[in-house]
Structure formats: C-alpha cells, structure tokens
C-alpha cells in the first residue's frame, strides 16, 4: 500500500526533524549555557599536572562505577517485595 | 580509509591502555640541564608577544642557561619595540630585527634567521601567541636524555576556548590531536608529529638537517620526516603543555587549514617515496609515515564515500547491492568517517571535561568544512605540480589578543 503524499513528508519530515533535535539538542545547551566552557587550565609544574591526573582518573572512576552501579540498584529496587529477614 | 578507521580505533584504545602510566626517562636524582635556545618569530604580534616574554622570564629553568631570541620578522607594529624593552630589560632575551629586504617571508625563513644566532645544545621554538607552563622547558628538554631523540613536541591546548563556537571546536580537534593522537604516536612508537611550535631540536641534529625548508607551507611535517629520514625519533611529551591563542572565525580557520593541507600534501609528494624505502624506518614507522602524509587526502576520499554510500542507502538494489555495497558502504560513511570523533570523545574523558563532550555532534560540521578546503589544495598542489610553478604564499594567523582574559595565574 503506498501511502498518500502529505502522510509521507509529514513523516519524512518529522523523522529528520527528530533525529537532528535529538543529534544536536545537547550540544546546543551546552552551547547557550556552558557548564565547562574551558579552558582546560594548563599546571605550574609536573608535580601539579601528576595531581590533577590523579583527580581525573578519580573522578571518572567514581563515574564508571556509578553507571555500572545503576543496573544493580535498579535490580534492587526491583527486589522489594522479598521480605527482609534480619 | 578502512586502514584510517581501524588506526583511529587502535590510537584511542592504546592511550586508555596506557593512561595513568609513568614514563621514566632517567634516575630521579640525575639532573638534565643543557643550554637551551628559544626562538619566538613575530610579525605583527603587538598585542601578544609581551604576553609570551613575561611569562619566559618566570620560567622555572636556569636562565644562565636560556637564551631567547626574538625574531622581529619587518613587523609594521610595536613588536619590535615591545621586545626591545624585554632586551633591555633581561640580559638572556635577545632581538633579531629583520628589515622589508630579508624579511616577511615566511616562517621558515625567519625560524632559519634565528636559528644561525642561537648557541644552545637544544633548540625550542614557541609561537608568538602561545603561552606554556613554567617548567615547559624543563619537561621537553628532558626528552634529549635520550641520544636518539633529534626532536620533541608538547601538547598544544587552547587557550581562548570559551569565546564562540569556532574556537571551542577547534579545542575540540586540539584534543583528539594532541591527547589522544600524538600519545597512542609515542606509545606505539609510531611517528610522533613535530607541530613547528612548543617543541625543539636537538641543534647538531638541526643543523646536519640544514635547518627550515623555506619553499614548503608546512615546514614542521617535513621537518618531522626530514628527523626520521636522518635515523632520529621524535618523542611526544603530553606533560609538558602550552596555551595557543585558536582562530576564530571560519575565514581565518580556512586560510590555516588550507595552509596545512597544502603543506601536508607537498610533503607527501615530497617524502612518501622515501619514506617507502629508507633503512631508517621499520614497517610499522613506513606504514604510519605514509598514513600522516596521506591524511589530508582523506576528506577527499569521505566526499567521494559519501557521494557513493548516501544513494546506495536511498536507492540501493534491494539484494545483490544491499549486501555487497550498500551495508559496507553506507556504515563506513556514517561510522568511518567519523572515526576521529571518538578520540576528541575519549581525550576529553581523559582530561576529565564530559560535558564537553555534548559538543561532539558539532564537530561534523567542521568535518564538512575541511572537504572544500583540501579539494583546493589538492587543486592547487596538482596544478604546481603540472605547471612547475611552485607559488606559496604564507598567509599569516592574525591574533587579536583574545585570550588574555581566560589567563588565570
């Protein structure tokens, strides 16, 4: 069955329109209201860049562990109907 | 491109590999202190070049063992005289003042000049626009422990991000070059890349290289080739980083992106072949040699995938060419293609910016952008190369001082 004219660049053009929304809608928030605008401050001194270093690795430890975290919380959450014994 | 696609993979995976790693390059009781040179050319640089020279003079390196040379390349501005007070001032700062008759032509031309004044073991050279960490210096020099090494690169990152669209995405390309790129280089001990600035020479090495070739535009990649060729390696140091004032419009990001690619493609013309067959090299040195030189020929290539993927997926042929062209061709144009997004993603997790990230989406447009700009150049390299007429004309980055007010200490 092929569908009539206006059906299809409706959805043509809603498909595109969707699609490019969802592609460019972070990034052009993040351009209206910068949360990290730069830029990336250069350190004094090695001693100083080892740190900032380690805080990084730290900080992006702390977030790998919260994504791998959610699918066990979620499965907990899920759990509560399971009387608690202690 | 394939072979494109599957290096940039292989970069992003071997720097998250190798993340965190400490490299040591000598005893941490030895002191390394050779004389160093740093040579600065400016043409018209007024509203930068005190910048750069004020933060010189709180370098943390000895500065009985630093000599600085200006090179006032016939500025029509106060460089000159801006540098003259720095001269007067401190005993290790020197000017090198060329007149209409020698100069204003060219970098390399003026990076040659001071390069026959300079008397240290190792030669640095910063643009006028840039401005490092206090103990720059020290991080390069530190490289040349090793005899091996004829060269070394800093990190470059920019310093004027904030100020539009323009610069953050060039930002964004700085740090899938610079964090991801030029480190997966050095790891795998591939070609690391000599940028023209916030890195050095050793200068006996330099100097049996006969310095600056003045009839290319892009004098630091054959340089970079020049350094292999010779038997030496090039090491990368992401430790040691430098601000660089971006472009900030796309008129001026055209003009030093057309610089680049024309330059890039002289040296592949130039160097391929003998890249191909020196001794110097091991195959996996020839194989990432001859993709450096390539990659400016790439976007013409993506254009071509493009033109060919894009119909095959709207009007492919629904058995035979949906297997055998359209699915490999049409995921090649959208993933492939692409491929470099994922180190501007992967460098920017490793400096800890995520939400820069929301930004990456953006980079396709410079992506369009770059395919006019190498089709002229190759135009334009063909052309040279039919017609024997070798015309460069050097257009200069114009900086307007922009970034002073994102310099925080």
């Given amino acids: ?86 | 491109m394939i072979a494109y696609l599957v290096r940039h993979y292989i970069f992003t995976i071997s720097v998250l590999r190798s993340t965190g790693k400490k490299r040591q390059l000598y005893p941490a009781d030895m002191t390394f202190e050779p004389t160093v040179s740093i040579l600065i050319p400016a043409f018209n640089e007024e509203k930068v070049i005190a910048r750069l020279l004020q933060r010189i003079t709180s370098f943390s390196y000895p500065k009985e063992k630093l000599q600085v040379i200006v090179i006032n390349d016939a500025s029509s501005d106060q460089t000159g005289n801006i540098a003259e007070e720095y001269k007067n001032k401190y005993p290790y700062i020197d000017v090198l003042n060329r007149d209409k008759s020698n100069g204003r032509r060219g970098k390399a031309s003026a990076m040659n000049h001071g390069f026959s004044k300079c008397s240290g073991e190792i030669v640095l050279c910063f643009d006028a626009d840039y401005y490092p960490q206090k103990d720059i210096v020290e991080t390069l020099v530190k490289e040349f422990v090793d005899p091996q090494v004829g060269a070394v690169q800093g990190r470059v990152v920019v310093l004027n991000e904030p100020q539009n669209i323009v610069t953050r995405l060039v930002a964004l390309e700085r740090i899938g070059g610079y964090r991801v790129d030029q480190e997966a280089r050095d790891n795998l001990g591939l070609i690391a890349q000599f940028g023209g600035t916030v890195g050095g020479f050793r200068r006996s090495v330099l100097k049996n290289l006969c310095g600056w070739d003045t009839s290319l535009l892009a004098e630091d990649t054959d340089l970079t080739f020049r350094v292999y060729l010779a038997g030496y390696k090039i090491r990368y140091s992401v430790n040691a980083e430098c601000y660089e004032e971006a472009v900030d419009n796309w008129r001026s990001y055209w003009r030093q992106r057309y610089r680049w690619a024309k330059g890039h493609m002289q040296c592949c013309f130039k160097h391929s072949w003998s890249v191909l067959k020196t001794k110097n090299l091991n195959n996996k040195e020839k194989i990432d040699g001859l993709m450096l030189l390539g990659v400016y020929f790439m976007p013409i290539l993506a254009l071509l995938s493009l033109l060919v993927g894009l119909p095959l997926i709207f009007f492919g042929s629904p058995i035979i060419g949906i297997l055998l062209f359209a699915i490999p061709i049409s995921l090649y144009s959208f993933v492939g293609n692409f491929a470099p997004f994922f180190e501007v993603g992967v460098g920017l997790y490793l400096d800890g910016r995520t939400r820069t990230q929301w930004l990456i989406p953006l980079l396709i447009f410079t992506f369009f952008f770059n395919i006019p700009i190498c089709l002229k150049a190759f135009f334009d390299v063909l052309f040279s190369k039919i017609s024997g007429r070798n015309k460069n004309v050097w257009v200069k980055t114009t900086h307007s001082g922009n970034g002073n007010c994102y310099i925080q200490n």
């Fill in chain 1, 1 to 86: 069955m092929i569908p009539n004219l206006a059906t299809l660049i409706v959805t043509l053009v809603s498909a595109v329109g969707l699609s490019v929304s969802l592609l460019f809608l972070p990034a052009l928030i993040e351009l209206r209201k910068p949360k990290d605008a730069g830029p990336r401050s250069i350190c004094d001194s090695f001693l100083q860049m080892r740190l900032r270093t380690l805080k990084t690795d730290l900080f992006n430890l702390e977030d790998d562990w919260k994504f791998e975290s959610q699918p066990i919380d979620k499965l907990e959450n899920s759990l509560f109907f399971i009387p608690n014994l202690e």
